[in-house]
Structure formats: C-alpha cells, structure tokens
C-alpha cells in the first residue's frame, strides 16, 4: 500500500540540500525530486519549507545561487554549495550519524524482537 511522503526530520533538511549539491548544482525543483528519489517516495519537500531552507543556507553562505536560462528558455535559480557549505555537511552529518545511533541503541529493543511495553 502506498503511503504519503512524510515532511524531513527537524534539523535535517539543510543538510540533505547540502549532501544534494555536493555532487553537483541544481535548481529547486531538483532538489526536491531528488529527495524525494533517493528516499524511496518516503520524503516530501514542500516548496513552503525548500525555498525557505535554500535561503537559510544562502545567509549562511552554505550555497551560493545563480540564474541559468533552461534549454526549454525558463529561467531558473540554481543553487552550488561553498566551502562553507561542505564543512557545515561534514559536522552536520557527523552529528546526524552520532545521534541517529544513539537512537537506535535504544530503540532496538523494539525491533529486535524483545517485549516492549508500548502502551
């Protein structure tokens, strides 16, 4: 049964951005699709929450943006992560990974087949 692409993780928006332009340049729009491929449909980036983003990492001067006219002739915003940029992925994602398996640590008991309390 399909389900509904669920909103980003607080806190981990930028840094999935981030991870996106480190490989290479992309305009909005991609880098939603782009999350929300490599997620598996799981996640869904709402333009209410990109753009907004895109602009936080802007100020940060975590990316820098330039317009670029489109084969089709629309002109569009394509964004490039600085140097700044890949040092804020690599704390970022370090922090990510320490806390994500600190969760799981404790959350394993759940699936690993042990009996928990849930309600």
């Known amino acids: 049964m399909p389900h509904e692409p669920q909103n980003a993780p607080p806190g981990t928006l930028d840094m999935m951005i981030l991870s996106l332009l480190a490989e290479e340049s992309l305009h909005g729009y991609l880098i939603a699709r782009r999350i929300e491929e490599r997620s598996g449909g799981v996640l869904g980036i709402e333009e209410g929450s990109l753009y907004p983003a895109l602009q936080r990492l802007r100020k940060?001067?975590?990316v820098t943006d330039e317009w670029s006219t489109q084969d089709s002739g629309r002109e569009v915003r394509v964004y490039?992560?600085?140097r700044v940029g890949r040092a804020?992925?690599?704390a970022t994602a370090t922090r990510w990974r320490l806390v994500n398996a600190a969760?799981?640590?404790?959350?394993q008991d759940i699936?690993?087949?042990?009996?928990?309390k849930l309600a």
């Open 60 to 62: 940060r001067k975590a």
């Open 88 to 90: 804020e992925l690599v």
């Open 103 to 107: 969760i799981e640590k404790i959350i």
């Open 111 to 116: 699936k690993g087949g042990r009996r928990v």
């Open 80 to 82: 490039s992560i600085t």
